[in-house]
């Protein structure tokens, strides 16, 4: 039985199956952090590698706020959630007060987080990652459930196109 997708589903996967035809890996980054925003209803969504071993420093490779893009922004991990992703090596989707957690991210005006840790195939370390953030109302009961099955499909979905681009690399 084929899983019905959702037309933000279908245009996500659109985007991951035409990363290949695009042929700069900056065009190719900002298709897939945009697209991961506008699936996930982000302002802002970005895809990182670490800098270090153990990692202490990643890179922003591209950073989209809002439709403005940047590439290349370093920062520490100390202290935010992404800290706890390349730590994990797991999926990590904070819905509400994230600050009350990750204090730093008061300044930036967060509310939720999702991060999701692209490993390396053959050591199965985490190399990277890709990321959205909200400022955004706490979810109604109601909303939590499909909103726990977006998180795994949007994951499902773009992981593997996202590892293909070699962050360890760009």
Request: aromatic residues 8%.
């Amino acid at each position: 039985v084929e899983m019905q997708r959702s037309a933000r589903e279908k245009s996500l996967l659109r985007t991951a199956q035409g990363l290949d035809s695009i042929a700069d890996p900056r065009q190719r980054l900002i298709a897939l952090v945009s697209e991961f925003a506008n699936y996930t209803g982000a302002r802002e969504a970005f895809i990182a590698h670490c800098l270090d071993d153990p990692p202490t420093r990643a890179r922003a490779l591209c950073y989209w706020n809002q439709g403005e893009v940047t590439f290349d922004v370093d920062y520490d991990l100390a202290g935010n959630p992404c800290e706890q992703v390349y730590g994990d090596g797991q999926t990590l989707y904070w819905p509400k007060q994230l600050a009350e957690r990750w204090p730093l991210e008061r300044d930036l005006n967060r509310a939720s987080y999702l991060g999701i840790a692209l490993t390396d195939a053959a050591s199965g370390r985490v190399i990277g990652h890709l990321a959205c953030c909200q400022r955004q109302r706490e979810p109604r009961p109601h909303e939590r459930h499909d909103r726990g099955h977006e998180v795994a499909r949007a994951r499902s979905i773009v992981i593997e196109k996202a590892q293909r681009l070699d962050i360890a690399r760009i």
